[in-house]
């Protein structure tokens, strides 16, 4: 989830705009929010679609 979060971030800030100082979009931009509750979303359907796999403890990860 954490990826997936960062990886739109990254995508909110234009190529025109990617610098040294600019590496995250604005706080208020409007779009942050919508877009992250998406990406969000998304990764945790796809997470329960998933079949359940056992960590390294050996019980699920959920």
Request: no cysteine; proline share 6%; aromatic share 0%.
């Amino acid at each position: 989830m954490h990826l997936a979060a960062a990886d739109v971030l990254a995508g909110l800030v234009g190529d025109n705009l990617l610098g040294a100082h600019r590496l995250l979009p604005d706080i208020l931009d409007p779009q942050v929010v919508e877009t992250m509750a998406a990406a969000v979303t998304a990764v945790e359907s796809a997470r329960r679609r998933a079949p359940h796999e056992p960590t390294a403890d050996g019980l699920e990860d959920r």
